[in-house]
């Protein structure tokens, strides 16, 4: 995640885009269940970054759903071709959480850790390596 230059994205249709104008605070793959059904695969790869960051230009549609936490969780889509671009949740305020795999260079970005380890699809490989937590980070982990 070194560099100055600007991380941008879209979805696969181009009516959205969006721009990030700082580095990510936390990146980390997530396995949950909602992740891998919105996902259509094993994992999302999110990296956070302060919504006074992040802009978007064209016209998303959301989907909000509560979270196991209580806390709300809003996924922002592209109407026209239906790709998850980002979204927010009221586990951290401030904060957008965009899907790395929509950026238009993903290889520019590292995940950190994994979440939802236990969720895990005995098909989805992960890096040994990266520390992986069963749920969630403890609280006094988080940013
Ligand atoms: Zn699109
Ligand atoms: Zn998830």
Redesign the pocket.
Known sequence: MAGDSKLKGG??????RYELAAEPVMTGICHCLNCQKLSGSGHAFHIMVPEAAFSVCGTTKGYTWAADSGSKVTTSF?G??G?PMFGRTGSFPGMVTVRAASLDDPTAVKPQVRVFAKRQQPWDHADPALPAFPTMPPAENRA
């Open positions: 979805c696969l249709c181009g009516a959205v592209c026209e071709c790709s």
